[in-house]
């Protein structure tokens, strides 16, 4: 199974991590974000996939492709954000942190907004 490569990866990062910073701090950083990076390609064709079934299952329901591509930059931007943020995390820039996820949260109410109008104008079209 995939999960096990991947835990299997991050263990063993996390403890090439604690045995380097021992000696050279600065590239326990480093290891971490080539250990997320590997991470990500690992999981890149899983996601392929994913956008695949969802535009099969929009074709059929007819829904607006442009809503289901915005959820998912919208959950794409919650991903990357987060990665970042725990990324300064880890190197102890908790102020950083903050504001990446702050901008990742204002990306997201803009990109947000269509879809928002879509059902508002919906709920209004509804009401007698």
Known sequence: MEIFKIVGLGITATI?????????PEYGIHISIATGVIIFLLIVGKLASILKVMEQLTNKMEIDLIYVKSIFKIIGIAYISEFGAQVCRDSGEESIALKIEFAGKILIMVLALPILL?????????IP
């Open 16 to 24: 090439l991590s604690v045995i380097i910073k021992q000696y050279k």
């Open 118 to 126: 879509s059902v508002l104008n919906l709920i209004v079209k509804l």
